[in-house]
């Protein structure tokens, strides 16, 4: 069942809908929040909220393009709220935090990819991740940030030649 679908059946007051509309995009929605905040509790807190806000604004939801870039518009506003507020750590940050590897330890492309990335103008950086992490089209991308398709396209194509640049001069 699509997700148009699912939302009608949501308004006629189909739990059931509901809850496989939460199946189908909550660790999506979460490991985006969990990439924006990185705060493991933060992001189960703004995936909850978007779902919530989510189905609170169903009612006056037009189907105007695809659901899924919505829903990530909604996650999108929640976790740039969230950015402006004092940062939080988690246990498990400090830990990470403790624990970092020495520079001089054997990087695997997972961490390249990463200290790459967070070089990278962050909606660059947004982009990227939204494109290649999270499997959205430009469309998709364009409408999440609020941008056009051409901007998220050429958001996509200079983070690439950064990050090739950045690849070769190091």
Known sequence: MGDEELVKRIRQGDTAAGEALID?????VFHYCRYYCGN??????????????????????????????????????????????APTYSLEDKENLINTPNELDRLDDRDVIRRLMERLPPEQREAVFLRFGMGFSY????????????????????????????VRHE
């Open 40 to 85: 493991r509790e933060t992001a189960e807190d703004l995936t909850q909220e978007t779902f919530f806000r989510l189905f609170r604004s169903l009612p006056g939801y037009r189907e105007e393009g695809r659901f899924r870039a919505y829903l990530f518009l909604i996650a999108r506003r929640l976790c740039i709220n969230e950015s402006k507020k």
């Open 139 to 166: 469309r998709e991308i364009a409408k999440a940030t609020g941008c056009n398709v051409r901007t998220a396209q050429s958001r996509v194509v200079y983070a690439l030649k950064n990050m090739r640049k950045r």
């Open 24 to 28: 189908r995009y909550y660790s999506s």
